[in-house]
């Protein structure tokens, strides 16, 4: 099993920055593959990137990719997001998630871990 904290969410501007990151507990954290997804008030969790077992390979929803990055570093059980040029409609509760199946899945229910959320706001 792995438990999953997420921190970083904040209040910011449109077109600002935040770093969230995903604090993993566990000893096998490298064998999950990584994502976060995101929940607006109303409307349905939806995913915002994946990270594979190794780091090596990425994928983004099309209406964050060029401006979210998503990294892990398996050596001290780290996922991150870097997100620039955020817009008002990413206002959401953002979640780390892990999966023991296959990278780059995009729905929620292919993922077995989740964190309790961060708070990310974008004010216009």
């Known amino acids: 099993q792995v438990q999953l904290v997420e921190s970083g969410g904040g209040l910011v501007q449109a077109g600002g920055s935040l770093r969230l990151s995903c604090a993993a507990s566990g000893r096998t954290f490298s064998s999950y593959a990584m994502g976060w997804f995101r929940q607006a008030p109303g409307k349905e969790r939806e995913f915002v990137a994946a990270v594979s077992r190794s780091g090596g390979s990425t994928a983004y929803a099309d209406s964050v990719r060029g401006r979210f990055a998503i990294a892990r570093d398996n050596a001290v059980n780290m996922v991150y997001m870097q997100m620039n040029s955020l817009r008002p409609e990413g206002t959401a509760v953002y979640y780390c998630?892990?999966?023991?199946?296959?990278?780059?899945?995009?729905?929620?229910?292919?993922?077995?871990?989740w964190g309790q959320g961060t708070q990310v706001t974008v004010s216009s």
């Open positions: 998630a892990g999966t023991s199946g296959p990278h780059g899945v995009v729905r929620p229910g292919q993922y077995h871990y």
